[in-house]
């Protein structure tokens, strides 16, 4: 039995494709991917995925952003958001990404998720509850709703996913590798808030636009 899979240092959308220009700095150890047990079968944690390990060897806590597909209005009911992580499909929290690690910002509920089958999701809100919002915009799920919202995963990255990990039939245990230094193509990786970007640009990690 595969307790993990790694695939190639690629994000698929229609043909795989480098992500990593370079890695020059992986932590030691590595470690094992948080409620991995919980993922559906064939759920893929792309590479380039921000995470947090605690110590080698340790525990790997995915963190997961979420890119509107196109422009949302007051009038809209419906919200199209594009990322790795299934929603809850019964309904949960979600808020823009705040302007900086930590910050609080608006939760909103969403009653219902449907998972596309093309790695985006389909959100039921209230009309005008997300207000207006331009295609492009970072979600992330929010711990509650109202004005004093965090990061329903609040960990600070310290590293990007070295390579896809994809759930199979029969795996209980996933692990992955953590890049801290490196290169990688911004455009071909999960959307980053701009503060996140920042910070693991701090951490040693250099984004650059991919050809």
């Given amino acids: 039995m595969s307790f993990n899979t790694y ?17 020059s ?21 792309p590479a380039g995925t921000p995470v947090y390990l605690d110590k080698a060897g340790g525990n790997l806590t995915p963190i997961y952003f ?8 007051a009038l809209d009911t419906k919200a199209v958001l594009y990322g790795a ?9 979600i808020m823009v990404a705040p302007s900086t690690i930590g910050g609080t910002g608006t939760g909103v509920a969403y009653s219902a998720a449907v998972d596309n089958g093309d790695g985006t999701h389909t959100i039921t809100i209230v009309a005008g509850a ?3 919002a ?5 979600y992330a799920e929010a711990s ?32 992955g590798a953590v890049v801290d230094k490196g290169r990688i193509y911004a455009d071909r990786i999960p959307a980053l808030p701009a503060a996140y970007e920042k910070h693991l640009e701090y951490v040693g990690i250099n984004f650059e636009k991919g050809v």
């Fill in 7 to 23: 695939g190639q240092k690629t994000k698929t959308a229609g043909a795989p494709v480098q992500v990593w220009a370079e890695v």
């Fill in 25 to 45: 700095g992986v932590k030691t150890g590595g470690g094992t991917i948080a409620d991995f047990e919980d993922l559906p079968v064939g759920f893929v944690i």
């Fill in 66 to 73: 979420y890119e509107l597909v196109e422009t949302l209005t």
């Fill in 85 to 93: 992580a299934p929603l809850n499909a019964d309904g949960g929290f």
């Fill in 130 to 132: 997300l207000g207006t």
């Fill in 134 to 138: 331009a295609a492009g915009t970072i």
């Fill in 144 to 175: 509650e709703a109202g004005a004093s919202a965090v990061l329903a995963e609040a960990s600070v990255p310290n590293g990007l996913l070295w390579n896809d990990i994809v759930k199979e039939e029969g795996d209980a245990v996933g692990t």
